[in-house]
């Protein structure tokens, strides 16, 4: 193979290899080329686009108010949530709910659906809001697949909110559910008792109703502390705060046994029972007052939280009923003297008194928490909100129409270009004089005119 100038032999054919040759020969005799390729490309370029499948792309927008959450919990609930919604069963439960893939699923097996959908559902949780999208090739099946998505989503962010007070409530009703039956069949007993012996029963209820055995007084304290325990379970967390804006249970008591009083002393003079007892009962009441007030103080010097205080409440209020039950216990033992069937009618009383205080109790707290639930469930719909629903997309999302025809102009450029240095590299004739003169060294001096179409007559 021997150098020719600016061209290569081979084989007796002259290759061009000079690329400013070359461009200068495509610049100036490609150019009709160079507009077929345009132009076969362009059409070859948008046939392939209409016969593109088309895909369309539905998506909703849920608004997040991060401010009203825990960094660490809004964190937890999202990936719960989101990994939730990725698993087979809940994409199972979205394929057969819409009949999606009908095709692949009667000739594929299941899992090819499973795979699909992972590929074609995005769950985006982006600063302050989640993003849902699905594609498919039918847009109103893009629509309904994100609107389905978005309510199973949004269902389980308000079941992962409302699981601690279904928890409390579950084991409240247990509660209920062990309690009731057992004070069913202890008042069975006392009524089966009182039919029985009702010179007994009317006889301890004489006994305990005489002012000099000290049961009266007690009886009301054994209710008022009744009222603070249901009041100290149900009343919410107090928080340290000081007296002039404390507004606790035994306070609120407080002011209705000195409004009690003051009716009283209206209605009666000052040397009344009545107002006596009043009177009395208001002492205790401040007394019990002071004490919470104390309490309350020391807590808030030591720094203690809500959630200690109302544990400190809780365990107060137990300890004073149960100190207040045995006292009774005591006294009605004293006062009966202990026969036999007085005392088991003592007990039987014991009893009913103490299921129907736990029964109270648990009801309190399962109607605390069914409105502590509805309050978080108003709270929830105000902190994740759908902004943006799923509607029918209009336009096409894939294939991309700028970026496709991009791509085809490219292409066909670059084969057309190709193509004219190709030819351009193997033509063996000059186009005029000057190339003949740059490629071969030697000078022209005549150069004959083209009678190329001209008839020759001999």
Do not use: C
């Not at 081979?10 to 345009?38: E, F």
């Not at 997309?393 to 991309?400: A, F, G, I, K, Q």
């Amino acid at each position: 193979m021997s150098k020719k100038g600016k061209e290569i032999d081979v084989g007796g054919i002259r290759v061009q290899v000079d690329p400013i040759v070359l461009a200068s020969r495509v610049v100036l005799r490609q150019k009709r080329l160079l507009l077929v390729a345009a132009l076969i490309g362009g059409v070859a370029t948008s046939v392939a686009y209409l016969r593109t499948p088309k895909k369309y792309t539905a998506r909703s927008n849920i608004l997040i108010r991060y401010e009203n959450f825990g960094e660490h919990y809004l964190q937890k609930l999202l990936n719960v949530a989101v990994g939730y919604l990725g698993s087979d069963q809940e994409l199972m439960l979205i394929v057969n709910e819409l009949d999606l893939y009908a095709k692949m699923r009667r000739s594929m097996p299941y899992e090819m659906a499973l795979r699909r959908i992972r590929d074609d559902i995005r769950v985006q949780n982006q600063p302050r809001n989640i993003e849902i999208k699905f594609t498919s090739e039918d847009p109103v099946e893009a629509q309904r697949v994100v609107a389905f998505t978005t309510e199973r989503l949004l269902s389980k962010f308000a079941e992962l909110n409302e699981a601690p007070f279904n928890r409390e409530l579950e084991a409240v009703n247990n509660a209920i559910e062990e309690t009731a039956p057992k004070k069913s069949k202890a008042e069975a007993r006392l009524f089966e008792f009182k039919d029985k012996y009702p010179s007994i029963a009317n006889r301890v209820s004489d006994l305990l109703g005489t002012s000099g055995s000290g049961l009266p007084e007690l009886e009301a304290e054994v209710r008022r502390a009744e009222k603070d325990l249901i009041a100290a379970r149900t009343g919410g967390i107090t928080a340290p705060t000081s007296r002039a804006v404390r507004n606790t249970p035994a306070l609120q008591e407080l002011r209705d046994l000195e409004r009690q009083l003051q009716e009283a002393k209206a209605r009666f003079t000052e040397s009344h029972p009545e107002v006596k007892r009043l009177e009395l009962e208001v002492k205790k009441q401040k007394g019990v007052v002071d004490a919470e007030n104390r309490e309350l103080d020391g807590m808030a010097v030591a720094g203690k939280t809500p959630e200690e205080i109302q544990r400190a409440r809780i365990a107060r209020a137990e300890g004073r009923l149960k100190e207040l039950m045995e006292q009774r216990l005591t006294l009605e033992k004293k006062a009966i003297k202990r026969p036999e069937l007085q005392r088991e009618w003592a007990d039987l009383s014991m009893e009913v008194n103490q299921l129907q205080m736990a029964y109270s109790q648990d009801v309190g707290t399962r109607d605390k928490l069914l409105r502590d639930r509805m309050v978080a469930a108003n709270q929830f719909q105000e902190n994740f909100q759908l902004v943006d629903p799923a509607r029918r997309p209009e336009l096409p999302s894939e294939p991309d129409r700028n970026k496709f025809m991009f791509i085809g102009m490219a292409i066909t450029a670059i084969a057309g270009l190709l193509a004219s240095v190709v030819r351009e590299a193997l033509r063996q004739n000059f186009v005029n004089a000057t190339e003949f003169e740059e490629q071969t060294g030697l000078q022209v001096f005549a150069v004959l005119p083209d009678i190329k179409g001209e008839e020759i007559s001999t």
